[in-house]
């Protein structure tokens, strides 16, 4: 997949993630090899132009779209400057991922 596609996808699975810990879906499996591959990601939650939450890893420990899926949670849920995002909120905030490159020594 070109990189220009990946965004939307990351973006979708971050949605999926705060959307099922609502109770209001599940996140899709998606097979595509590139999401399975170990990297850190940042997700980052607006609402209103506001900054409404924001988790990441800096490490690479598990699959990028399971790490996209659990900071998205962490970011709506547990970033402790805000309070938990509500179902409201949920549909009418932005999201955006942010990959990062592997560290170097």
Known sequence: ?????RGPVLVAI????????????IVLARDEPWLAQP???FVTLHLDELL???????DARRPLAQDVAANA????FRDPRFEP??????????IEVSVL????A
Do not use: F
């Open 1 to 5: 997949m070109p990189e220009a596609a």
């Open 14 to 25: 971050a949605r999926e993630a705060i959307a099922e810990q609502l109770g209001r879906g």
């Open 39 to 41: 990297a850190a990601s």
């Open 52 to 58: 409404r939450g924001c988790i990441g890893s800096i």
């Open 73 to 76: 949670r962490a970011a709506a």
């Open 85 to 94: 995002l509500t179902v409201a909120q949920c549909d009418a905030g932005a």
């Open 101 to 104: 490159s592997p560290r170097t």
